[in-house]
């Protein structure tokens, strides 16, 4: 049986991590589905929503997203209208009924959409298993890098807030780091298979961005044209002349991708080779836009 | 547990027992009206307002609504909800009828935030919410038929 | 006077010969195409949108009884396994557990397969299912069941399937003439391979049921387009007389082919609810709706044609490899390319392969639309090798004979479909689209043809009941899962007996009444259950101008009712309706009606063009349906309105099998790995293209009294390959399998 609290305090919030079991729910649109199929099973779902996480306010020359701000309000922000690509990915994400539930926390930490991993009669090697079923079932959706997983990370906003230039605020009842966004993500190992660097009883508070950059954009590519997970997504920003690339969609995490070389790393596996062209010419596209 | 759940205006005292909104709606308080189709937010027939923005019930924990104000199909009759309804029934913007309560709540959550959408702006809004009988084209003139209305 | 006549009837291409009860005092005649009709034909809102929108229609899964018990379902997690162990008592033991049934319980019901199986053949197959006072307890107890299964073989190759002749039945060689002899003459020939893939209905509501006894009788609500079908099925299964049991079926999520019949939801609902002496309510849940809800098949297709220069086609040789799972009826893929064209020799072969999935069933069109889909692409192939203009090249063998039979359509405005859809599609500019596009796109046009039956026939039967108010009710068979056909049932009794159509309500959904009517499928229920309708209020009217003569002491003949007022030809009289019927009192005028055969020596079909045309990115590989041209010749149109909604709804879903819709199933496991809707794509508002649609609307003179054809599946049959059309005409290229995803679009264009 699970337990439901609602702390008041993001304190009270990170006690109540610390106990076996928990979770955190703050949208739950990832949450909900994980516990349906059985990839978690919490004993314990803390409630972020009576937290003050919520809500974006400027920082500096910059802004600071409560992680509980929902990606509706990411999307409909003015203060936010500077990073288009951050606006942009969180307009394109999911659905409006999704986007006024699910939040900028909880998007970076959602899991792979991979149907292995998501799929009820598996257990994959991500899940604890020892096979990735991908590699020698059907991965026309999956990643383009090697690894002991294949899963393609599914998150709009990632790459988006990274070439921003975002940093992610991680605390714990000890006190507080700062990461840069990419740093939040980590590939699975043998002996973790988590795709983020959360350490036990830590929490995303808030993701903090600098000055905006000159000019950002995002480009994805879904499986229709609404409410589809990103197959290959790309942000990209100019910072003066200098051009910051990520993508989502080409590994197990949200990856910095070199313009001048956006295939580099990424030779694709049978089913999957296709995404290498679909990227280069999404990076080919942002590069020829924000150079104009 | 017991808790309150402010539905349609009205306080009800339910136990929720680790459930969704979307169960609780329908099987506690026995409106059904809001239906499940996918049960893992793909589909939006179970959409509700929760403080005048459609979600799907059926992914909100119970114990996390406490506190807000929900709306569901049966309780948008009147204004705005009216019109966005009696202009699915002129346009035939419904077919099965499943997923149209779904339909209702998303398109009067848009004209209530924008009374004058575009078609992007339409399809932005309403793309979670699907309709297997294709709907779709008489959707859209619906709702640009009660924006005109209204 | 009623008699018995002998006579044919069709359901998706499948003849049978049967008695048909005809009422020969029915002189009901028919409305000449020209007629004036005050109401049919012209757009009506549906007489339930007001419930549907404001969420008071209820479903089966809104059924609520008291002391219902709620059944889940216990699926087979692998394509093929054998049961080693099920504990059933450890389920039973779990508290508010009530029934529990596994493949070796002795149950009350027969049926002609095993409801549950200890050896299941595919993944989602039924192994158990348990009944409990609520879902967490029943769900409680399938975890109980500890099921262990040994893991079988499997194959959902359907390739290898071929190889090792593993079929569901014998392959069958259909042929007129000598094709290969025909084709070896040919002056061009053309060969084209395609695959289509498996589609799930995916009706939103899934199938559900739910049961009530009292004593031998039992009441089950049932999620399905066929009550009759499904109360024949439970009596037979519970040995009941069918008076014993009472399908409802008000309204219904969606079907679109899945929901046959009672199927093994109504029929383990009933079991349990016998067993447990308490309502029970079985509901799919999605997983369990897109593993063992139905499928269309997928197939591999291989065309052969061969054409004389001037682009008379002189040989059809097709074959059709089908991945049926583990049964089914054999849908007809090779009806296109037995019977679109005139053609003297063809050769169709379809090989049913056996797999590890669960039987296909009917979705919308079943057979027929996946093989247009791959015959009207190799047609346009020959219009390429020809360099003829496709519609050219399909006017030119156009045919009025059936190709099969020899007989002559009952009607065919095909020849008019094509002329309409290429003025409304500007396919004579077609080739400007080929010309450098201002947004880097490219773009193409394509058109495909359409057959499919559509008849109706006999029986079908309608009761129409005036009351002393001056108000119909309208008693008919029809389950109307979302198609109108209620709201057209209500047209034409308005229409016929002269009322307003506000005073007149048509009710379906109930077999309680013994009102017969068809299962809502095979495009049927409009041209089977009209022509009752209409008999029926006939007879009201007649019988309601016979009293008002005998009230205003005037000869019937001179007297007429419309809009719900009797007039006199001299004008003298000219009163509501009420004069007459208010004299009722507590009486009624009641009249029923049948539905005659259809006339023998003719071959019933609906014919149709659609015209697509898309963009294509091809760096990205992205195809987006810009617009379809959708004009289809179903006899006269009832309900335009209605009509247009039918023709959306198949072209989007057409749109769909040719973007993104596909069943995939996992090769090393045998289990479909995106029977989920987050991973199975249907469209959403934002990937429907304008859709342009028009009728010739031209009633068919040669069917009973309403002239009006079926309109469920034909839009849904040449959508697919008119995109698939415009993407070859746009890229040069044409993809070897469906649906047209980026992986697929990428592999053409390299």
Known sequence: ?292 | MEVILEVNGERHSVVPSGRRLLAVLRDDLELLGTKLACGEGACGACAVLVDGRPVNACLLLAEAAVGHQIVTIEGLSVGRAHAVQEAFVAEDALQCGYCTPGQVVSATALLERTPAPTREQIHEAMAGNLCRCGAYPKIERAILRAAGSA | MSRFVRTRTEMEGRYEDVWALVDESDDTESWAPDAALSLVGRPVPRQDGAARAAGRARFTVDVRLAGTLHAVVLRSPVAHGRVRSLDLDGARAVPGVRAVIGPDSELSLTTRSPLLRGEPGYAGAPVAVVAADTLEAAHAGVLALALDLEVLPHLVDVEEGLREQRFTADPTDEARGDAEVALAAAEVTVELSLETPGQLQTALEPHAAVASWEGERLTIWVSTQGMFAARDELARAFGLRKSDVRVLTEFVGGGFGAKQGAGFEALAAAELSRIAGRPVRLVNDRHGEQLDGGRRAASRQTVRLGASRDGTITAIDADAVIGMGQGGWMPPVLIPARTLYRCADVRALTFPVKTNLRAQNAFRAPGVMEGTTAFEQAIDELALALDMDPLELRRRNHTDIDQVSGSPYSSNQLLACYDRAAELAGWAARGELREPQPDGLLRGMGCASQIWWGGGGPPSHATVRLDSEGHATVMTGIQDIGTGTLTSAQIVAAEELGLPLAHVRALGGDTAPNVYGPIAGGSQTTPSVMPAVRSAAAKVRKTLLQLAGDVFEIAVGDLEVSDGRIRSRDGAIDVEVTEVTAKLGDATIDGSGSRGPNPGGFVVHTFGCQIAQVSVDAALGEVRVERVVAVHDVGRIVNPLTASSQVEGGVLQGVAFALTEELVVDPTTGIPVNAYLDDYKIPTIADTPEIVIDFPGIADENLPTTGTKGLGEPPIIPTAAAIANAFAHATGRRAVALPLTRDRVLEALA
Request: proline fraction near 6%; charged fraction near 20%.
């Open chain 1, 1 to 292: 049986m699970t337990t439901y609290a609602r702390p008041g305090s993001v304190d009270e919030a990170l006690e109540l991590l610390l106990e076996d079991g928990a979770a955190v729910l703050a949208g739950g649109t990832d949450l909900a589905g994980q516990i349906d199929r059985g990839i978690s099973a919490p004993g314990l779902l803390v409630d972020l929503q009576d937290t003050g996480l919520g809500g974006i306010a400027p920082d500096g020359k910059g802004l600071r997203v409560g992680a509980a701000t929902t990606l509706a309000d990411v999307a409909e922000h003015t203060l936010l209208a500077p990073y288009a690509a951050v606006t942009t990915a969180a307009r394109l994400a999911a659905s409006q009924l999704l986007r006024n539930q699910g939040t900028v926390g909880g998007n970076l930490c959602q899991h792979t959409r991979c149907w292995y991993y998501r799929g009820e009669e598996w257990n994959c090697w991500l899940g604890g298993g020892d096979t990735c079923f991908a590699q020698i079932g059907d991965h026309r959706k999956h990643n383009l890098e090697e690894g002991d997983c294949i899963s393609a990370h599914p998150s709009d906003l990632a790459p988006a807030l990274a070439v921003c230039g975002a940093t992610v605020v991680v605390r714990a009842l000890h006190g507080e780091r700062e990461i840069p966004l990419l740093d939040l993500f980590r590939r699975p190992t043998a002996d973790n298979r988590s795709l983020v660097t959360l350490e036990r009883g830590e929490l995303v508070v808030a993701v903090r961005l600098p000055a905006p950059p000159d000019a950002s954009l995002y480009l994805r590519t879904g499986e229709r044209q609404a409410f589809s997970f990103p197959l290959v997504s790309v942000a990209a920003a100019r910072h003066g002349t200098a051009l910051t690339v990520a993508a989502a969609g080409v590994a197990n995490i949200p990856r910095a991708i070199d313009p001048a070389d956006p295939l580099a790393g990424l030779p694709g596996h049978p089913q999957s080779a296709w995404k290498r062209q679909v990227l280069e010419t999404l990076v080919e596209r942002a590069l020829v836009t924000l150079r104009t």
